[in-house]
C-alpha cells in the first residue's frame, strides 16, 4: 500500500524541503496550494514550476490549488492586496504582526484536513498532514506554533468520526531554524541525485517581489528575505534565485554585504557574516 501524505505547499523554500523529505521517504503526495488574495502570489508560479520538475523525474505527485482569493477584501495584513507596503529590516516586535494574516493556517489547516480525511477514508489508509513550519515562525506567527497545532489537531478529532484518528500531522522542521531545514534539504538533494539549484532556484520567499525588463526578482531587505538569505549564508552555499533592489538586479556578494549587519531574530546574540 502506498504511503499517502498531504502537503500545505506554498512555493517556499520550507514547504518545498519538506516535499523532498516526504518524496525521498517514498510518499505519494497531495500537495495543496492557496491563492488568498496574497501580494506575493508569484509563489503559486514557483509551486507549479517546481512541482512539473519533480513530475518530469516521475516522483508521484499531485498539486491542486485553491481559489479563496474572495476573503484577500475582507482580510487586513500587509501581505494582502491593498495592504500597506511592508517594512525592511528583520522580524521584530514592530514590523511581525503587520505580515500576520488573521488566522490563515487554521482556514489553510481545516482544508487540508478535509482532504486528507477523504484520503484516507476512500482508500482505507492511514495519512499524514505535512508542514513545513520551523522555530523561526514561532515568533511571528502564533498559528505556526505547536501548541496551537495540538488544539487544531484536537478539534478536528472531535469534529469527525472515529475514522479521523488515522489522520496524523507531521512536522519534521517544527523545532528547526531555517538555516537547519535547508541543510537537511541539501542532503536530501544528494540523496535524489538533484542540483539543489534545480529545486531552489524554483521556490519564491520574498514578500516584496521587484521587476527589470519583466523579469520578477526577490527583494533582499524585508525580513522574509534576509531570513532566506542568511540560511544559505549558513549553509556556504549561493542562493539560485535572483535579488535586486529598486535601481538593478544585485548579485550575491552585494545581497550578503547588504545584510551583513543585520542580526536575525531567530539567532539571538550572533553576528551575520558572509
Known amino acids: 500500500m502506498n ?8 512555493g517556499g523554500m520550507d514547504s518545498s524541503t519538506l516535499l523532498l523529505k516526504l518524496i525521498a521517504a517514498k510518499y505519494s503526495v497531495k500537495a495543496v496550494s492557496f491563492l488568498y488574495g496574497q501580494k ?22 499531485s498539486h491542486h490549488i485553491i481559489n479563496i482569493g474572495g476573503l484577500g477584501e475582507l482580510l487586513h495584513s ?14 521584530d516586535i514592530d514590523n511581525m504582526k503587520d505580515t500576520v494574516v488573521p488566522n490563515r493556517n ?10 486528507a480525511l477523504s484520503l484516507s477514508i476512500k482508500n ?31 478539534a478536528f478529532i472531535s469534529g ?9 500531522y507531521y512536522l519534521p522542521y517544527i523545532d528547526m531554524t531555517k538555516s537547519e531545514v535547508l ?11 538533484l542540483d539543489y539549484r534545480d529545486v531552489y532556484s524554483r521556490t519564491h520567499t520574498s514578500y516584496n517581489v521587484i521587476k527589470h525588463d519583466n523579469k520578477i526578482y526577490s527583494d533582499c531587505m524585508s525580513s522574509s528575505s534576509i531570513e532566506r538569505i542568511q540560511s ?13 533592489d529598486k535601481s538593478s538586479p544585485l548579485n550575491w556578494e552585494i545581497v550578503c554585504d547588504r545584510i551583513s549587519n543585520i542580526s536575525l531574530s531567530y539567532k539571538e546574540n550572533q553576528d551575520s557574516v558572509c
Not at 3 to 10: D, G, H, M, N, T
Open 3 to 10: 504511503k499517502l501524505a498531504v502537503v500545505s505547499f506554498s
Open 40 to 61: 506575493h502570489n508569484i509563489e503559486i508560479d514557483r509551486a507549479k514550476n517546481l512541482i512539473s520538475f519533480l513530475q518530469s523525474k516521475s516522483y508521484p505527485i
Open 78 to 91: 500587509s501581505l494582502i492586496d491593498g495592504g500597506s507596503e511592508l517594512e525592511n529590516g528583520s522580524y
Open 106 to 115: 487554521k482556514i489553510f489547516s481545516s482544508i487540508t484536513q478535509s482532504i
Open 124 to 154: 482505507n489508509s492511514d495519512v499524514i498532514i505535512g508542514m513545513g513550519v520551523h522555530s523561526g515562525d514561532h515568533i511571528v506567527y502564533p498559528d505556526c506554533r505547536k501548541e496551537f497545532r495540538d488544539k487544531d489537531y484536537d
Open 160 to 168: 469527525n468520526w472515529e475514522e479521523a484518528e488515522r489522520v496524523k
Open 183 to 193: 541543510k537537511d534539504g541539501l542532503n536530501i538533494c544528494r540523496d535524489l541525485n
Open 232 to 244: 544559505f549564508i549558513d549553509n556556504n552555499i549561493e542562493d539560485p534565485i535572483g535579488y535586486a
